[in-house]
């Protein structure tokens, strides 16, 4: 798989590229150290060096950067639940399949998690001045929308009528393990517990 072509293929022709996708043969393992490794270490980097090396303004707290250790930190964290939980959301895509009328099918269920972040990840580099970082969210509504022409192409042989369904269902399951991992990480992270006012 050649990573760039996949790229710029998922975010300019995303449903021409979905057709592509689905006649590709691809283990689970090769989609994440192919692809998913790679893309989930731009906004892990690119977070670490905003909050440590950039840093932001606060209102009524000044200037604050992360220390470096816990800038680190933050970014394996970052990194590790956020191909986490696109493997979950496989998983979680996969079971629910029978329940619209699909065809189980955990690679091609994984396909959909994956390169539906492709947008979401390399927005991620919006996170090198944390202002923009609000931008991601942005990138993010486009991913619900290469995810949804996933589940149309369809990967996973959805009737039409039941593809705004199993994308509705699916999504909101990963929100809240999204919602939960960033709760966590938040707890981690507080502003009050660590880094430095300037």
């Known amino acids: 798989m050649d990573l760039i072509p996949r790229i710029q293929g998922l975010i300019v022709k995303p449903k021409d590229e979905w057709t592509k996708i689905k006649s590709e043969t691809i283990s689970i393992a ?3 150290t192919s692809y998913a490794a790679i893309l989930a270490a731009i906004p892990a980097v690119c977070q670490f060096i905003g909050m440590a090396l950039i840093g932001r303004r606060i209102p009524f707290i000044g200037w604050y950067r992360y220390d470096i250790g816990t ?10 639940f956020s191909l986490v939980t ?7 895509i996969n079971a629910l399949a029978p329940t619209f009328s699909s065809k189980s099918d955990a690679t091609n269920a994984m396909k959909i998690a994956v390169f ?13 001045i944390p202002y923009l970082g609000v931008l991601v969210f942005v990138a993010g509504l486009y ?12 990967m996973m042989d959805t009737p039409k009528e039941k593809v705004v369904g199993y994308l509705i269902v699916s999504t ?6 999204t919602a939960i ?5 938040g707890a981690i992270f507080a502003v ?4 430095r006012l300037y």
């Open 30 to 32: 090769q989609l994440f």
């Open 71 to 80: 800038a680190i930190l933050y970014a394996i964290l970052t990194y590790i």
């Open 86 to 92: 696109v493997y979950v959301f496989g998983i979680i």
């Open 116 to 128: 539906s972040m492709t947008p979401y990840w390399i927005a991620g580099v919006l996170y090198l």
């Open 143 to 154: 991913s619900l929308y290469v995810l949804y022409l996933g589940f149309a192409a369809p």
């Open 172 to 177: 909101v399951v990963v929100i809240v393990v």
């Open 181 to 185: 991992v960033a709760v966590v990480l």
């Open 192 to 195: 009050g517990n660590v880094g």
